[in-house]
């Protein structure tokens, strides 16, 4: 099953390449920060789900450590792709493309479905407008966006806004444009609400 699989195949090596061009024993270094990631699980308050607190703990644990040891530019860059690369997947896989067609109307009723029971199931938001040609949400609060400000690493926000932006391009590319109305539309930004807005341009 597609629930099933593991993500940590992806991202795993993928840490352990990047990591390693720059520090000594990067299993050693991951294997340190899986064992000692309960001490950040501790601080978080007890109001974030306990999935999401699983889902993001040990990535902004190993970003805290690499910070550390490499600087705030070079640990950014590398848990940037980890998560880019590891959000994509998983943003994939639960849109199930190859057992359901990729079409404007199955993109709404797949958005919607994760929104409901996929892993942005605990952000609040509204559907603003739904056409044959449009679709738009707005994203009223941001859980991963208040557990990333509430342990300091706040730049690691539009990280995650970046998987929406490559995965829904790439979708339908060419035929249905994804943006968010301009700049400055995410709550990552400082906005009140982000903003969805998916466009077909074959119509």
Same mark, same amino acid.
């Given at each position: 099953?597609?629930?099933?699989?593991?993500?940590?195949?992806?991202?795993?090596?993928?840490?352990?390449?990047?990591?390693?061009?720059?520090?000594?024993?990067?299993?050693?270094?991951?294997?340190?920060?899986?064992?000692?990631?309960?001490?950040?699980?501790?601080?978080?308050?007890?109001?974030?789900?306990?999935?999401?607190?699983?889902?993001?703990?040990?990535?902004?644990?190993?970003?805290?450590? +690499?910070?550390?040891?490499?600087?705030?530019?070079?640990? *950014? =860059?590398?848990?940037?792709?980890?998560? &880019?690369?590891?959000? #994509? %997947?998983?943003?994939?896989?639960?849109?199930?493309?190859?057992?359901?067609?990729?079409?404007?109307?199955?993109?709404?009723?797949?958005?919607?479905?994760?929104?409901?029971?996929?892993?942005?199931?605990?952000?609040? +938001?509204?559907?603003?407008?739904?056409?044959?040609?449009? *679709? =738009?949400?707005?994203?009223?609060?941001? &859980?991963?966006?208040? #557990? %990333?400000?509430?342990?300091?690493?706040?730049?690691?926000?539009?990280?995650?806004?970046?998987?929406?932006?490559?995965?829904?391009?790439?979708?339908?590319?060419?035929?249905?444009?994804?943006?968010?109305?301009?700049?400055?539309?995410?709550?990552?930004?400082?906005?009140?609400?982000?903003?969805?807005?998916?466009?077909?341009?074959?119509?």
């Amino acid at each position: 099953m597609i629930e099933d699989f593991n993500l940590k195949k992806v991202t795993s090596p993928l840490l352990l390449h990047l990591i390693g061009r720059e520090l000594p024993m990067p299993r050693l270094f991951l294997w340190r920060c899986k064992l000692t990631v309960g001490r950040l699980k501790r601080r978080i308050d007890p109001r974030f789900p306990a999935e999401l607190v699983d889902l993001v703990a040990l990535p902004v644990w190993v970003y805290m450590h +690499l910070k550390e040891r490499l600087g705030p530019e070079k640990a *950014f =860059e590398i848990m940037r792709v980890a998560i &880019l690369t590891g959000g #994509l %997947a998983k943003w994939n896989l639960q849109f199930d493309t190859v057992a359901v067609p990729r079409t404007f109307e199955n993109l709404c009723a797949q958005e919607k479905r994760m929104n409901d029971t996929g892993i942005t199931r605990w952000n609040t +938001l509204d559907v603003v407008e739904q056409t044959d040609r449009r *679709f =738009e949400l707005k994203v009223t609060r941001c &859980l991963y966006h208040e #557990l %990333a400000c509430s342990l300091g690493v706040p730049e690691l926000t539009p990280v995650m806004c970046g998987i929406d932006n490559a995965a829904n391009n790439s979708y339908l590319a060419d035929h249905v444009v994804f943006h968010r109305g301009g700049p400055g539309h995410r709550i990552s930004d400082g906005a009140k609400e982000c903003r969805f807005v998916w466009e077909r341009t074959d119509v």
